[in-house]
């Protein structure tokens, strides 16, 4: 009988020490910026009870959560009058890392103080179709400060993401956008009921195009004088300072319907204000107000953002918002808090298609003591040693072997220098260190740690 060969499910991939180099490379930047504005790191389980996760993502985030399977006889006492999923799934795998932040502060508000800042970078997993950056799991890297309504914090998610692409060398624009606006948009077009539908309509602007978008909106109840009113306010143009005004006269009753929106006009003013701390923060990185940007997720009660890579078309590499309303959902109301996730698949995806990943990643050993043999061996270990003390990688060639064969593993695995060693050398307690691009060959006192390491730096 032939064997199988082996898979993995689709939407998932295995990582190879180039691709580990270059994700921890990603990792560890996001990392040190996060920590420059006083996050702190975190963790939370792979799942969560499904009570956590349901009704936190929308209709359509409910949908795409990966359900357990209850362990032992799941099926044993079912009650067939009853739902069966409940009665066999009682956890799911996290969707995103903001509802499991929000019941970690629930569970845990006792011992955290506030504002609580803090970071998580860890897998996620949606039952999504799989196709080009989109995968079923893949990594987030999320920011999130809770327990202030400060338009400060928005300001500081605004130069992370600047200081983070800055640092990777990634062109990016950042779009932002309101819920609050978005209320608007459907008070205005005389369908306040309707918000959940319009903002998700809205939300697939850029991939199915607007005569989609009005199709969907009327699908779902809303009338034609209302669509035509939502149509005008995505197709203004300008500045933020045209958009913004035309906006105020729209919700201040100039538009066809007349109706007035108070809380689109919080929105505007936010909005406002949050442009003007990052004029006068000095973001480097273009930032507009993108009113078409919705965001699906039923939790944001306040700005939302979203970020693009100027030079390589992926979708969005990063977005988030202000959530009012989640802990609440855990029996924490009041306590308010915004935060953005960064999509490090997506990055690393930009990353290589730009080619901006730095050269030297592939380089994890530095040097390699090839061996001649069992004497040439035990001579070299204690330098191995001495050198890795000293934080240098180096490897020893685990077996006597003919030399073509080492010098192609080093070949293969971009090691830039290779000491050859035999009696001589032994004899006279002198190491031969070669550079291996340049062919530059020198030799060492055994014992000049500091020579060899000037030599391979």
């Not at 130069?159 to 692409?165: I, K, L, W």
């Not at 009327?218 to 669509?227: D, L, M, N, Q, R």
């Not at 994890?364 to 040693?385: C, H, I």
Request: aromatic share 8%.
């Amino acid at each position: 009988m032939a064997i199988q060969k082996p898979s993995i499910p689709k939407g998932t991939r295995d990582f190879g020490q180039t691709d580990m180099a270059r994700r921890n490379y990603i990792f560890d930047t996001i990392r040190s910026v996060f920590r420059t504005f006083g996050y702190q790191e975190i963790q939370t389980p792979a799942m969560e009870n499904l009570s956590t996760l349901l009704g936190k993502y929308g209709e359509e985030g409910d949908k795409l959560l990966f359900r357990i399977l209850n362990s032992g006889d799941a099926f044993a006492n079912v009650d067939s009058s009853k739902p069966l999923t409940p009665q066999v799934c009682e956890k799911g795998l996290r969707y995103d890392l903001t509802v499991p932040f929000a019941r970690f502060v629930v569970q845990h508000q006792n011992e955290i103080s506030f504002p609580f800042k803090r970071f998580q970078i860890q897998p996620v997993w949606r039952a999504d179709r799989p196709q080009k950056g989109r995968y079923r799991e893949f990594y987030q890297c999320d920011v999130d400060v809770i327990g202030s309504r400060s338009q400060v914090n928005e300001l500081e998610l605004v130069q992370m993401v600047d200081a983070v692409f800055g640092k990777l060398g990634v062109r990016v624009a950042i779009h932002i956008n309101n819920r609050k606006v978005l209320t608007g948009f459907a008070e205005i077009a005389g369908a306040p009921d309707k918000v959940v539908d319009i903002t998700v309509a809205i939300d697939k602007l850029d991939k199915i195009g607007i005569e989609k978008v009005k199709e969907e909106m009327a699908e779902k109840g809303i009338s034609a004088e209302g669509i035509a009113v939502i149509e005008q306010i995505l197709s203004l143009e300008g500045g933020f300072a045209e958009k913004l005004a035309a906006m105020k006269a729209l919700f201040e009753g100039g538009s066809a319907s007349g109706i007035t929106s108070e809380t689109g006009l919080k929105g505007l003013s936010e909005l406002e204000e949050l442009f003007g701390l990052i004029d006068a923060a000095g973001v480097k990185a273009p930032v507009q107000m993108d009113l078409s940007l919705a965001r699906g997720l039923n939790y944001y009660t306040g700005a939302i953002f979203e970020v693009k890579a100027l030079d390589w078309e992926i979708g969005s590499i990063c977005g988030g918002g202000r959530y009012d309303n989640l802990t609440g959902i855990f029996g924490l109301p009041d306590l308010s808090g915004v935060g953005i996730s960064f999509g490090a698949d997506r990055i690393y995806d930009v990353l290589t298609g730009l080619d901006l990943f730095p050269s030297a990643l592939e380089q994890s050993t530095r040097l390699l003591f090839a061996v001649m043999g069992d004497a040439e061996l035990r001579y070299v270990l204690p330098l191995a040693k001495a050198l890795r003390e000293a934080g240098v990688a180096v490897e020893v060639y685990p077996e006597a072997a003919k030399l073509k064969k080492q010098f192609d593993y080093a070949q293969k695995k971009a090691i830039p220098f290779i000491s050859i060693n035999g009696s001589t050398e032994i004899e006279g307690g002198t190491v031969n260190v070669k550079n291996l691009e340049t062919g530059e060959q020198k030799a060492f006192e055994l014992s000049d740690i500091s020579g060899i390491l000037g030599f391979i730096a």
